[in-house]
């Protein structure tokens, strides 16, 4: 398979030294977009777990889409000097090392920005680079508790709760691309790469947005509201005659919409309801008033009255249904990968959509070493050179 793809991003080259699912996650924007993108693994098999699980099951599938793979013992000193030549002509580099290790393998950001000082070098790590944690293990779920997210997700009194995806990982692949892009543009101007660092505690935290600002700017510390919205009232989770909708009422305006479509003419003029300040010291008792009207009606019908009348509201789907949706369908945010052994696959696509270089996935995830040769060949390896490099066990 040719090393050129299609897309915005065909013209930039990164290698992708990262595991589990941060560093893989900013890996994956480049390749979807037509990056070259080279996921260098161990030779050895048997490391999947760390790079998203059975290679051919769904979290590899999604993980790795549109990557080369080559195999390189980073253990080795000709591993270490064939990456070296790898980064000479690479445009970003994702690792996801703990600080100590990369300096110990002689990979860190100095060591390579003098081989190639246009070097993107984009690290994430757990809690940063340097600091008093930074060469702790980092989890995402470590992240959400130590980032307060745990603290403000559940019901009030129940504990703390994870949230049901890894979202300190997610939201890290998405800063550290979204820094690596900006890298890449400054680069145009300064002929520099420079050193990007993104770390799952700070993306914990800044994801917590409006969440923290309450309490650096006004020392409010937010507690749990289960499924109702933290500040905007009446916004949650109501039920119906065959189940629970999302309802999303807040302001004066909506809330009015909102009693007029439940016939509910009562609750505009009930003075604990007059403003949102009183709906919200009222909120039990507004909830259950609305709850008692919203179980009078069934799930798709109460979504289509009420979004008639300017009323936000929508279903609780399990996942199976999210992708049933017309307009889930419409968005195509399932989308067909080409895969050699699986006749039918599909991966979640970019949330992101560009009207000339859409996001592309026309590369199935690759073999352990699929891309070896022709990655090494291109470096200037022969046959026989490559042979002894398998000898030797450093590929």
Not at 8 to 29: E, Q, S, Y
Not at 92 to 99: D, I, K, M
Not at 227 to 232: C, E, K, L, R, Y
Not at 340 to 346: N, S
């Amino acid at each position: 398979m040719s090393t050129r793809r299609q897309g915005p991003l065909a013209r930039f080259k990164v290698i992708d030294l990262t595991r589990a699912r941060a560093g893989p996650t900013a890996a994956r924007h480049f390749a979807d977009f037509g990056a070259d993108v080279i996921k260098v693994e161990m030779p050895t098999a048997g490391d999947d777990d760390a790079l998203g699980g059975d290679r051919d099951g769904p979290d590899f599938f999604n993980l790795h889409r549109n990557k080369r793979s080559l195999t390189l013992n980073l253990k080795t000193a000709e591993g270490v000097a064939i990456l070296k030549k790898l980064a000479a002509t690479a445009d970003v580099l994702v690792e996801n090392y703990r600080p100590d290790v990369k300096h110990r393998l002689g990979i860190d950001y100095e060591t390579l920005r003098a081989i190639n000082p246009r070097l993107v070098y984009v690290s994430i790590s757990g809690f940063g680079q340097d600091g008093p944690y930074a060469n702790r293990p980092g989890f995402d779920q470590i992240a959400q508790g130590m980032g307060g997210l745990m603290s403000i997700t559940g019901l009030p009194g129940q504990g703390p709760v994870r949230v049901g995806i890894p979202v300190a990982d997610l939201s890290t692949g998405n800063y550290a691309a979204m820094g690596a892009f900006i890298a890449l543009l400054e680069r145009e101007v300064s002929g520099e790469g420079q050193w990007v660092q993104s770390s799952l505690l700070q993306s914990q935290i800044a994801m917590l947005d409006f969440q923290a600002a309450r309490w650096t700017v006004a020392r409010q510390v937010a507690g749990q509201a289960g499924n109702d919205h933290p500040t905007s009232i009446p916004t949650g989770v109501f039920p119906t005659a065959d189940g629970h909708i999302n309802i999303a009422a807040s302001g004066q305006h909506i809330f009015k919409r909102l009693c007029e479509a439940l016939d509910a003419p009562g609750l505009v003029a009930d003075p604990d309801f007059a403003t949102a300040d009183k709906r919200s010291r009222s909120r039990a008792r507004l909830n259950r008033e609305l709850a008692a009207l919203t179980k009078q009606h069934r799930s798709a019908e109460l979504v289509e009255r009420l979004n008639a009348a300017g009323v936000p509201s929508g279903p609780i789907y399990a996942i199976d249904r999210v992708f049933a949706d017309p307009q889930v369908e419409h968005v195509r945010m399932a989308v067909p990968m080409p895969h050699p052994t699986c006749a039918e696959v599909a991966v979640i696509n970019q949330a992101v959509g560009l009207s000339r270089t859409p996001p592309v996935i026309d590369r199935p995830t690759p073999r352990l070493g699929q891309h070896t040769e022709e990655i090494l060949a291109a470096l200037g390896y022969d046959a026989a050179a490559i042979a002894g490099l398998r000898e030797r066990k450093v590929v």
